[in-house]
């Protein structure tokens, strides 16, 4: 059994591996391998960076827009009473 290296299970707890390495690592996880549940445990812990607040911004505005394409339109209850994105209508 060939493990990940540690470098490997990093950046899969980052997202930043690819999908065919996910579904690599996801199956050797599955087959119950203690050493690298140890690393992925311990690796768990350490605080990455901070993430600025403007970072989600563009992730909150992608799910928006994809719920929106889900969502039938329409009229809001805010827009019914008046209200708009500026304040409140009158």
């Known amino acids: 059994m060939e493990h990940p290296t540690q470098e490997t299970l990093q950046k ?3 997202g930043q591996t690819t999908r065919t390495e996910n ?3 996801v199956r050797h ?3 119950r391998c ?3 549940a140890a690393i ?3 690796l768990w812990k350490i605080p990455g ?3 600025p607040p403007e970072a989600y911004d563009p992730a909150l505005d992608r799910f928006e827009q ?3 394409k889900l969502m039938p339109q329409q ?3 805010l827009s019914r009473a008046g209200v708009s994105a500026g304040g409140r209508g009158g």
Request: negative net charge; proline residues 21%; hydrophobic residues 40%.
């Open 34 to 36: 203690p050493p690298c």
């Open 66 to 68: 994809e719920l929106r």
């Open 23 to 25: 579904r690599t690592i």
């Open 49 to 51: 960076p901070p993430i």
């Open 75 to 77: 009229e809001s209850p």
């Open 40 to 42: 992925l445990e311990t």
């Open 29 to 31: 996880l599955l087959a």
């Open 12 to 14: 899969f707890l980052l």
